[in-house]
């Protein structure tokens, strides 16, 4: 009798792996377009939370917010394993992970075939992102 079933996925990349009626899991594998120095997009779900654990590895979460003169402003969570992060609908956001992390995401189920939008960072947002995060980092080694 088989009554549990398992997964881990091993693939770089998002990879939904448990989709019922109403939500549905996956695992974030570190990948290249994962990593500070890739990231040139920001991304928004408008129906569901999205619920991130660490579970392997280094990753700063990322919440980002526009002005009224569109000027982004950051939230930034150095993640530490086992906690549960929770980022509301409608915030843009994304995960800055280092090589070998793993990430568990819980969201709404088939959020990653449609409730989703992307706003490209320019390179003063990039710079600037990329600063904060390294500051991130930096701040929860001491």
Known sequence: MK??????????GYNPF???????TAILNYA????LEHIVKLDI????????????GEAVLIAA?????KIIGYDLQNMKPGTAYNIRRNVWHKIAMSEGSRVLIVENSNTHLGDFEFRDLN???????????????????H
Request: net charge negative; aromatic share 8%; with cysteine.
């Open 32 to 35: 290249l377009e994962e990593s």
């Open 45 to 56: 779900h408008h129906f569901t939370d999205e619920l991130f654990v660490l579970l392997e």
């Open 123 to 141: 390179e003063i947002e990039r710079s600037e992102l990329y600063r904060q995060v390294k500051q991130c980092r930096n701040n929860s080694k």
């Open 3 to 12: 009554l549990i079933d398992c997964y881990n996925p091993q693939e770089a």
């Open 65 to 69: 917010e526009l002005n009224e003169q």
């Open 18 to 24: 448990l989709i019922g009626p109403t939500w549905q």
